[in-house]
């Protein structure tokens, strides 16, 4: 699977929009992007997925770009809630089980 | 109702003993996963099994040995345990294979002394 960059930390005012980034330039074509955030003394919860379309659900917008060697994870009105350690994620579907691979992440901050 | 539960949620215990943490899942999934997180926040997998068989082993010493009752549950057995074992475990649990998402357990953190 793919290595991914994040930076280390983030903050971001409540409310505002958090924009998490995330470099893949080593990104083959079946290879997803997933994010997953890890709230403090919880387990890992996921976020959203996508391939090469950006994708919208409930919690986050995901954009990748065109050449797919970079995505953003974008949270649009970030919480106290949200702060957590955000991790980004390549992997293909192929064989081998569905074995996620977690880096450092990004220790996002909100504040008031 | 808790998704993904696991018990004890704390264990502390001392060198040599054997222990096992317990894990079940409501979702009606058919694969479940054990991850260890350690003192530096590091998440690696250890095992995953699907409908009950191991798919996955990471490099894992032999005394842990997990085992599947059925697809509802994934326990974690640990044998002789060290210092270094020291961690949090968490337990996940995904349909099929795939790019399903994976659910994750709120972890039990092992104290050995």
């Known amino acids: 699977d793919a290595k991914t960059t994040q930076p280390t930390s983030m903050d971001c005012a409540e409310g505002r929009a958090a924009n998490l980034p995330c470099n893949h330039s080593t990104i083959s074509g079946n290879e997803y992007v997933y994010w997953y955030r890890q709230i403090h003394s919880q387990g890992p919860q996921y976020i959203i997925h996508?391939?090469?379309n950006n994708e919208t659900n409930e919690m986050a917008s995901l954009i990748i770009t065109e050449d797919r060697k970079s995505s953003t994870l974008i949270l649009p009105h970030a919480t106290l809630r949200d702060t957590a350690v955000y991790y980004c994620?390549?992997?293909?579907?192929?064989?081998?089980?569905?074995?996620?691979?977690f880096g450092t992440g990004t220790q996002l901050k909100v504040e008031l | 109702d808790t998704a993904v539960s696991q018990t004890p949620k704390y264990l502390v215990t001392q060198m040599g003993n054997d222990k096992s943490i317990k894990c079940e899942q409501n979702?009606?999934?058919?694969?479940m996963y054990w991850y260890k997180q350690d003192s530096k926040k590091f998440l690696k997998i250890m095992f995953s099994y699907n409908n009950k068989e191991l798919i996955i082993n990471e490099t894992v010493p032999n005394r842990f040995s997990p085992k599947s009752p059925d697809k509802a549950h994934l326990n974690l057995h640990i044998n002789s345990l060290e210092l270094g074992d020291s961690a949090v475990y968490f337990c996940a649990s995904s349909q099929g294979l795939r790019n399903s998402p994976l659910h994750f357990g709120n972890g039990t953190r092992l104290t050995v002394t």
């Open positions: 979702l009606g999934h058919d694969t």
């Open positions: 996508g391939l090469k």
């Open positions: 994620i390549v992997r293909a579907l192929t064989g081998g089980g569905n074995k996620l691979t």
